[in-house]
Nanobody
C-alpha cells in the first residue's frame, strides 16, 4: 500500500493550491479518502473526506466553502483544491485512507497514510 501526496509549496495569502494524492496497492473505490493537516506543535486535524464509491464529500467547518475535495477512482487519486489561503493554513497536509470507513473525521480510524506535503502561506 502506498499513498503519496504532492502539490504543496509556498503561496501568498489569498492564493490557491491544489494538492494531489495518488494511491496504490488497494482497491481504491472501496476506500474512504481524506485530508488532514498538522501545524507545528498542533494536532493532526481533519479537513475533508470523500467516502468510498459512490461516495460523498464532507468538510470540517474550518475549510468549508474554501476547500474542495474530489476523487478520481480511475486514477486512484484524491485531490484537495484550496482557495483563499491564509497564513493560518500553513501546515503539513496529509492524505489518508481506510476501507469502507464512515467515521471519516476520526484520525485514529485511518490505516494508510502518506508522508505529507508542506503548505506555507505567506502574509
Amino acid at each position: 500500500v502506498q499513498v503519496v501526496e504532492s502539490g504543496g509549496g509556498l503561496v501568498q495569502a489569498g492564493g490557491s493550491l491544489r494538492l494531489s494524492c495518488k494511491a496504490s496497492g488497494f482497491i481504491f473505490d472501496t476506500y474512504t479518502m481524506a485530508w488532514f493537516r498538522q501545524a507545528p506543535g498542533g494536532d493532526r486535524d481533519f479537513l475533508a473526506a470523500y467516502t468510498y464509491t459512490p461516495g460523498s464529500p464532507y468538510y470540517s467547518d474550518s475549510v468549508k466553502g474554501r476547500f474542495t475535495i474530489s476523487r478520481d477512482d480511475a486514477e486512484s487519486a484524491v485531490y484537495l483544491q484550496m482557495n483563499s489561503l491564509t497564513p493560518g493554513d500553513t501546515a503539513v497536509y496529509y492524505c489518508a485512507g481506510r476501507r469502507f470507513l464512515l467515521d471519516y473525521e476520526n484520525t485514529r480510524k485511518y490505516t494508510d497514510w502518506g508522508r505529507g506535503t508542506q503548505v506555507t502561506v505567506s502574509s
